[in-house]
C-alpha cells in the first residue's frame, strides 16, 4: 500500500527546505498544512522561545478508530550544517545531494515516512487507534526540543522515533550521558622575565588529565574532552585553562563514578600544586556537571517491543533489538515516562557530504511502520 512515488516526493520537498537547528519555522509551517489536509489537531509549543529558535515542536493528534491506548510517532525537523540549498540528486534509486551540502535525510526520512502512513491509512480507511505525531525541534543541538516539550500535549506512554540507520533493527539500549566543565585557575606572569612567580593552569590541566583514562573505558562506557581553551600568549604563563567533556555508560553507576575520578584527579594535582605555590590561594579549580540526557533500557519483553516485532514478521522481516553508544530524543521521552522505541530508515554517512538513502529503505520502514499502527488496532 505504501506510495513509492509519493514518499520520494514528500522526502524531496522536505530536503529542500532549510531547517538548520533553531530555524525550523519554515518545514514546521509546511508540515502543520499537510497534516492540517489529513485532519489533524495541531499544536506548536513554546520550546522555541525557551532554546532561542523560531518556532517550537510540532504535535498533531488524530483521533482513533479503534479504543485503544495511543500511540507516538516522532521524527526531528531539525538539521545540521552545511544544511542549507540542499538540492536532492536520485539516480539508481539512491538520494544524494550535489556533494556541497549534507541530505537531510537525518532526519527529513523520518518525517517523509511517517506522512506517507498517515496518507495510506486515511486513503484506505484503515482501523487505527489514536496517533500522535510529534516533530521535534534543535534535536541536533543537545535533544533541545524534546527537554522542553509540553507533555501536555501528548497522552501516549509508547511510541517509536525514526532517527537510526538500520532498518532491520530497534534500539532498547541507549546509554547516559552527563557534560563536565572544569576551569583551572593559576596566576599570570611573563614567562620570560619571570617564569617561577606565575603557575600555569595549562599545565596543571594537563597533569590532571593524564592520570585519567579516556576513550572507550569498557564495552558500555566512554569518556571523552570534547574541548580545551586557555592562555593569551607565548610570553604569558596561562592563567585560566578550561575544559568541556562528557562521560557516556549504559550504567548510570559507572558514569557518576568516572565524574568522581576525574573530580578527584583534579583535586590531588591542585592541592599539591597550592601546596608549593608561590601565590598564596593559588591555583584553583572548580567543576560543574549536568546530565544531558538519561539512559534507555528497554526490555525485550515490553509492549513497545513486541509490537514492532511482530509487525517485522507480518511482514517477513526479522527485526533485531541494538545497543546505541549515542543519544536521542528517546532518551529524553523515555525518562519523561514515555516508552519510545528507535526505528532505523535506512539514512547513511549522516553529518556528512556523503550522506545518502535509498528509497527501498524508506519505503520498507513505511510499511513497518505502517503495520506496528495495524497491529496495535488489531488489524493485523
Not at 181 to 202: F, L, Q, Y
Not at 203 to 219: E, Q, T, V
Not at 342 to 351: D, E, K, Q, S
Not at 364 to 370: F, G, P
Request: glycine fraction near 10%.
Amino acid at each position: 500500500m505504501i506510495n513509492p512515488e509519493r514518499l520520494s516526493r514528500f522526502f524531496t520537498d522536505l530536503v529542500r527546505i532549510d531547517s538548520v537547528s533553531r530555524e525550523e519555522k519554515q518545514i514546521a509551517d509546511h508540515l502543520q498544512t499537510m497534516l492540517t489536509d489529513l485532519g489533524a489537531t495541531l499544536a506548536v509549543d513554546d520550546a522555541g522561545a525557551a532554546v532561542g529558535g523560531n518556532t517550537g515542536n510540532l504535535v498533531a493528534r488524530f483521533p482513533g478508530t479503534v479504543d485503544v491506548p495511543p500511540m507516538m510517532l516522532c521524527g526531528h525537523m531539525d538539521t545540521v550544517e552545511p544544511g542549507r540549498g540542499v538540492v536532492p540528486g536520485f539516480e539508481n534509486g539512491i538520494f544524494r545531494s550535489q556533494g556541497n551540502t549534507i541530505l537531510g535525510a537525518d532526519d527529513k526520512s523520518a518525517l517523509a515516512i511517517i506522512l506517507e502512513v498517515l496518507h495510506v491509512i486515511r486513503e484506505n480507511n484503515l482501523p487505527h487507534g489514536p496517533l500522535e505525531v510529534v516533530f521535534t525541534i534543535c534535536e541536533e543541538i543537545g535533544l533541545l526540543g524534546a527537554k522542553h516539550i509540553d507533555l501536555s500535549l501528548i497522552a501516549s506512554r509508547f511510541g517509536y522515533i525514526l532517527d537510526a540507520t538500520d532498518r532491520k533493527a530497534i534500539v532498547t539500549r541507549a546509554p547516559w550521558s552527563t557534560h563536565f566543565d572544569i576551569r583551572v585557575t593559576g596566576k599570570a606572569a611573563h614567562a620570560g622575565a619571570e617564569p617561577e612567580k606565575g603557575v600555569s593552569a595549562i599545565l596543571l590541566m594537563s597533569r590532571a588529565l593524564a592520570d585519567l583514562p579516556w576513550g572507550r573505558i569498557d564495552y558500555e562506557t566512554t569518556c571523552n574532552v570534547g574541548t580545551i581553551t586557555g592562555g593569551v600568549a607565548t610570553n604569558i604563563v596561562a592563567e585560566e585553562a578550561v575544559i568541556v567533556g562528557e562521560v557516556r555508560s549504559h550504567s548510570k553507576e559507572k558514569m557518576d563514578g568516572i565524574i568522581e575520578d576525574i573530580r578527584q584527579s583534579f583535586e590531588r594535582v591542585i592541592e599539591g600544586a597550592a601546596r608549593t605555590s608561590p601565590v598564596p590561594g593559588r591555583p584553583t579549580f572548580a567543576m560543574t556537571t549536568h546530565l544531558d540526557f538519561p539512559g534507555t533500557h528497554i526490555p525485550d519483553d515490553h509492549p513497545v517491543i513486541r509490537l514492532a516485532m511482530d509487525a517485522a514478521r507480518d511482514l517477513g522481516i526479522e527485526l533485531k533489538t541494538v545497543t546505541s553508544g549515542g543519544g536521542a530524543d528517546a532518551n529524553i521521552f523515555s525518562g519523561m515516562g514515555i516508552v519510545t522505541g528507535v526505528l532505523g530508515t535506512g539514512m547513511t554517512a549522516a553529518h556528512t557530504l556523503e550522506e545518502c538513502i535509498a528509497l527501498d529503505d524508506m519505503v520498507n520502514t513505511a510499511a513497518l511502520l505502517l503495520a506496528c499502527v495495524r497491529r496495535h488496532a488489531g488489524d493485523l
